[in-house]
């Protein structure tokens, strides 16, 4: 399969948490990676591999795997948060990258 | 600090050739196990790969776009390059250039480093 399927919005309240997902058949053998994009900037990788946060990611982003579907949760969440968060991984094939469509978070 | 930047004319003419280059510094585009790739990301919409080129030289391209995609480099300048034959309207986008990686025995593939971006609007 060559899609990633993302829930278009999702809110939050202040300070709770918030898990977006990202699903997929190729998620059965690929990790997905997870990107924090805000208005006007450049994607940024929050999340990659199993749970791995790149230098500068507050541990308050984590990430789980069940089947084919990642999860991105935000423990915690704070307004700086409020942004569009894309999955990507290899297709099915191996040979090609895939993105979800992105999931806007909104932070109530 | 690795960075990585587009440059390339703004507007295009339908059916003419999107060129587009990407400088990086900080780090070698020959350095290995690295990628190196574009993105794009049409006004409002979401992010779409277009094509990676791994250190060795070796091309991978979206399938939908792949007979129009060439991307190449120039290690003497630290660049590497894409070209969009016979641009449309859809091919209206933010363009970026970004350095990818492969981590748990390739069963991730993200990219951890990006430019800025580049608008690219394909209109008459």
């Known amino acids: 399969s060559s899609e990633l399927t993302q829930d278009p919005a999702v809110s939050v309240a202040l300070g709770q948490t918030v898990r977006i997902t990202c699903q997929g058949d190729?998620?059965?053998?690929?990790?997905a990676s997870w990107y924090q994009q805000k208005p006007g900037q450049a994607p940024v990788l929050v999340l990659y591999?199993?749970?791995r946060r790149p230098s500068g990611i507050p541990a308050r982003f984590s990430g789980s795997s069940s089947g084919n579907i990642e999860s991105l949760t935000i423990t915690g969440t704070q307004a700086e948060d409020e942004a569009e968060y894309y999955c990507?991984?290899?297709?099915?094939?191996?040979?090609?990258?895939?993105f979800g469509g992105g999931t806007k978070l909104t932070v109530l | 600090q690795l960075q990585l930047q587009e440059s390339g004319p703004g507007l295009v003419k339908p059916s003419e050739t999107l060129s587009l280059t990407c400088t990086v510094s900080?780090?070698?585009?020959?350095?290995?196990?690295?990628?190196w790739g574009w993105i794009r990301q049409p006004p409002g919409k979401g992010l779409e790969w277009i094509g990676t080129?791994?250190?060795?030289?070796?091309?991978y391209c979206n399938p939908s776009l792949k007979s129009r995609v060439t991307i190449s480099r120039d290690t003497s300048k630290n660049q590497f390059s894409l070209d969009l034959n016979f641009v449309t309207a859809a091919d209206t986008a933010l363009y970026y250039c970004?350095?990818?990686?492969?981590?748990?025995?390739?069963?991730?593939?993200?990219?951890?480093?990006w430019g800025q971006g580049t608008l690219v609007t394909a209109s008459s």
């Open positions: 970004a350095r990818a990686q492969i981590a748990e025995y390739g069963r991730t593939f993200y990219f951890d480093y």
């Open positions: 900080g780090d070698s585009i020959s350095s290995n196990g690295y990628y």
């Open positions: 080129m791994f250190y060795s030289g070796i091309t």
């Open positions: 190729s998620l059965r053998s690929y990790y």
């Open positions: 591999g199993r749970n």
């Open positions: 990507n991984s290899r297709d099915s094939t191996g040979d090609h990258v895939i």
